[in-house]
């Protein structure tokens, strides 16, 4: 089994920052791409950024300029700096990981989710 544990959300001013961290742990052979989705209030959930296994990233326009993703390979985890942080990018932030475990194929893994709130 696989587990994803998200930390560094929270409240923040508009033009703040955050940084949250996404820790992939158990039986894992290799991780391929990882990244970020969002889910505000009454809104379907959306991509806010990806990362490849090589490094290759993605993000939403929306995001572009401001949020930076990486990862630290050897620790299994995936990062997203928030900066310039504005009350529309409060949502739900959810990680997501395409894992791959021992004899079996790669599936992706949701983390559970961590509350970003950005003040006017």
């Known amino acids: 089994q696989v587990q994803l544990a998200e930390s560094g959300g929270g409240l923040v001013q508009a033009g703040g920052s955050l940084r949250l961290s996404c820790a992939a742990s158990?039986?894992?052979?290799?991780?391929?791409?990882m990244g970020w989705y969002r889910q505000a209030p009454g809104k379907q959930r959306e991509l806010v950024a990806t990362?490849?296994?090589?490094?290759?990233?993605n993000y939403a326009n929306s995001v572009k300029g401001r949020f930076t993703i990486s990862r630290d390979g050897a620790k299994n985890t995936v990062y997203l700096q928030m900066n310039s942080l504005k009350p529309e990018d409060t949502a739900v932030y959810y990680c997501?990981?395409?894992?791959?475990?021992?004899?079996?194929?790669?599936?992706?893994?949701w983390g559970q989710g961590t509350q970003v709130t950005v003040s006017s």
């Open positions: 997501i990981c395409n894992v791959a475990q021992y004899s079996l194929a790669a599936r992706p893994y």
């Open positions: 990362i490849s296994r090589t490094g290759t990233t």
């Open positions: 158990g039986s894992i052979f290799s991780i391929n791409a």
